[in-house]
């Protein structure tokens, strides 16, 4: 059996390398890399500095892996995996991230197309800007327009309809009351508390409310520190 198996590894580590070679040797798109990153953007801006679900990528190609000093979350796995970001390690982590890193976050399931792979590293590469429209978190804005989407870059900015006055709460419903003074009724399993502590996130003790789902009966209200949500929510029959 160990003889076997001692057979067997190099076949496999030579099926991997030469994979990896057949990825890197993909011809990259520049339009493809743009477009593919969209689907990074939802976590990841371009931004220094700029963090959201994931760390921002700009400035990522030869970065220590877990080494971006303003973001805090990375698993262990990251921070003591040793890799740098290249066009190797690149390709493997988004190749299938679980599989080559196992134990870290990510929870994309990576991108098995090697030229849409290579288009996407090859953008990281440039340090080009992603469209401004993946930039801006694609935030539903507000009491008023609930079906639509429309970008709210700084929370501290939002008009009256999305500024949260009081939140009431009676056995199985909140009430958002905004600026504006319009009321909404929201099941409580359709009513989300976050919290925003960055230069995005709403000024203190004034809370913004942002729509979810596509049937306009969920939001989020978005504080700026956690101590504050029990403090704004008023028991009310």
């Known amino acids: 059996m160990v003889r076997t198996m001692k057979r067997i590894a190099p076949v496999s580590v030579t099926i991997l390398a030469l994979s990896t070679a057949a990825a890197l040797g993909a011809e990259a798109d520049p339009g493809q890399g743009t477009r593919v990153f969209r689907a990074c953007a939802a976590c990841h801006s371009l931004e220094a500095n700029r963090n959201m679900t994931g760390p921002s990528l700009a400035g990522v190609w030869n ?5 971006l000093a303003s973001f805090t979350r990375y698993s262990n796995a990251i921070k003591l995996s040793g890799i740098t970001w290249d066009e190797q390690s690149l390709d493997g982590y988004l190749k299938n991230p679980t599989e080559f890193m196992p134990g870290n976050h990510m929870t994309f ?3 098995p197309d090697d030229q849409a792979r290579a288009s996407v590293i090859a953008f990281l590469k440039s340090g080009a800007e992603a469209p401004k429209e993946n930039q801006t978190a694609q ?3 507000g009491m008023g327009p609930m079906q639509g989407m429309r970008q709210v870059p700084k929370l501290k900015t939002v008009d009256a309809s999305s500024r949260v006055k009081t939140i009431t709460y009676c056995r199985d419903t909140f009430t958002v009351t905004t600026e504006d003074g319009k009321s909404r009724d929201f099941w409580e399993r ?3 508390f976050k919290t925003d502590s960055s230069d995005e996130g709403p000024d203190k003790n004034a809370p913004a409310i942002l729509a979810a ?3 306009g009966d969920r939001a ?3 504080f700026a520190s956690p101590d504050e949500i029990s403090r704004f929510i008023a028991p009310r029959c």
């Not at 970065?63 to 080494?67: D, F, L, S």
Request: without cysteine; proline residues 5%; glycine residues 24%.
């Open 63 to 67: 970065r220590k892996a877990g080494g």
């Open 109 to 111: 399931p990576g991108i």
């Open 139 to 141: 935030l539903q804005g």
């Open 190 to 192: 359709n009513l989300r």
């Open 213 to 215: 789902g596509m049937m």
């Open 220 to 222: 989020s209200v978005v």
